[in-house]
């Protein structure tokens, strides 16, 4: 079997001397890399056959964290029933499970035992069906979901509602990529979630550069902590979590400027503001401060929800500028080594965050006009004062860098987003043999390299 320039398989079956026909291919999806249990199909012509997922947050939400031993364990009892599920879902047909064409499954980043769970049955179901493994990095999945499904560049996103975001031209602003052009290579990605916080250039499948990664913290890990701190409850469902729920939470704040004068805008001074790094301990620590400040002088020893939802609000905003700053310097980078950046991909867990990707709208709405006041030296801010009195051809001409969002849902850890990578892969002609391993710590710059970390 083997798939031709516009991703159709030309067999049904891995013998190439059987009579070839002409039809999608398709693929099974495994993610178990953390505490979600997650199986899809999905076809090389954007089609989303299945997806279902079983959560475990009424399980770790009492221990304020996710608990590997328990993590695992559930992927163990949930994953036979999620794979079948969702392949009974799929409609294959009469051949059913004999019409999936690859295997794709999560083999790193993640928990270890997590990703043993899902590996170890995509192998076994890769080499009872004789069909093709593809081991999929984590990372690179977020990445490329935007290929899959994008966002319509005249509907700007400004909130959101459970899985659904809202927009100001309708009432979905998220439409299949066949609607609207999805990104192509090379693009700008920022992948926020608990586990990282990565810039990069997407040069092509297998091929990414780092142009900032987290020194100490990730931003989902720091958003997580934030709402433990806060005691802020979590939201119920896919939505759930806590970085989720403190969103939600800071939506509510009276006073967001309350504590901006005691909150650090990471790595934003003069001598470091061009460094590209990300950084939340500092700004992490800083409300660990207040909390403590405003418990000692409080009569109950406790905090109000009041001024919890104003800390909040300002932990969410330091910590959304940050972003901004390092991609509008990304930007800058790019374009000063000659790369040509048409789109700027957010995806991963915090990529939900519906401040975030308005204010990322901003940036980028705003970098053309800056690039062509370049000569000059300006800033964005200095843009901004002298673009009502001053318009320029580039302020007349639809912004260059556009920003593209998967639909919430699909930010988050899923299979959908596995079985797409997959897909690519595979038409790239990147196959796994059936004895490779999980790979729990894996830089994403190394895929294409051929080497694998222990």
Not at 306 to 319: I, P
Request: aromatic share 4%; with cysteine.
């Amino acid at each position: 079997m083997f798939a031709n320039s516009n991703g159709l398989a030309q067999s049904k079956d891995t013998n190439p001397t059987t009579k070839p026909r002409s039809r999608p291919l398709i693929a099974l999806g495994i993610e178990t890399s953390c505490d979600d249990t997650c199986a899809a199909v999905v076809t090389s012509d954007r089609q989303i056959l299945s997806e279902v997922l079983r959560t475990q947050h009424h399980l770790h939400e009492p221990m304020g964290g996710i608990v590997p031993k328990l993590a695992h364990h559930a992927h163990m009892r949930n994953l036979p029933d999620v794979v079948k599920e969702a392949i009974q879902k799929a409609g294959l047909g009469e051949r059913g499970i004999q019409e999936i064409d690859i295997i794709a499954v999560t083999r790193g980043p993640g928990l270890a035992h997590c990703l043993g769970v899902g590996l170890n049955a995509a192998k076994t179901l890769a080499a009872a069906l004789n069909k093709p493994l593809i081991g999929v990095h984590h990372m690179e999945a977020h990445a490329l979901t935007a290929r899959l499904t994008t966002v319509d560049p005249d509907l700007k996103v400004v909130g959101q509602d459970g899985d659904h975001a809202t927009a100001t031209k309708a009432s979905k602003g998220y439409v299949p990529a066949g609607s609207a052009p999805h990104p192509q290579f090379p693009f700008l990605t920022l992948l926020v979630s608990g586990g990282h916080t990565l810039l990069l250039v997407a040069h092509s499948v297998d091929r990414y550069t780092t142009l900032a990664t987290t020194v100490d913290d990730s931003i989902g890990e720091a958003f997580d902590k934030t709402a433990r701190q806060l005691d802020i409850p979590w939201l119920p469902g896919r939505a759930g979590g806590p970085g989720a729920s403190l969103e939600e939470f800071a939506k509510s704040s009276q006073n967001p400027l309350r504590y901006l004068d005691q909150l650090p805008i990471p790595m934003s001074l003069r001598t470091n503001k061009r460094l590209m790094k990300f950084s939340f301990a500092g700004l992490k620590s800083a409300v660990t401060r207040i909390v403590d400040q405003e418990k000692a002088s409080s009569p109950t020893g406790e905090m109000d929800e009041e001024k919890r939802k104003d800390l909040a609000a300002g932990f969410q905003h330091c910590a959304v500028t940050h972003l901004c700053q390092k991609v509008e310097q990304g930007l800058v980078d790019c374009h000063e080594q000659g790369m040509q950046i048409s789109s700027l991909v957010i995806s991963g867990g915090v990529g939900r965050n519906a401040t975030l990707r308005s204010k990322m709208d901003e940036i980028c709405s705003e970098f053309e006009y800056k690039e062509f006041n370049k000569s000059n030296k300006k800033s964005l801010s200095e843009t901004k004062s002298t673009s009502q009195s001053a318009p320029t051809v580039a302020q007349r001409t639809r912004r260059s860098v556009r920003v593209i969002c998967p639909p919430p849902k699909l930010c988050t850890d899923n299979a959908v987003m596995i079985a797409w990578t997959g897909l690519e892969r595979y038409q790239q002609g990147l196959v796994d043999p059936y004895d490779i391993d999980i790979v729990p710590k894996w830089p994403l710059d190394m895929l294409g390299t051929g080497v694998v970390p222990e």
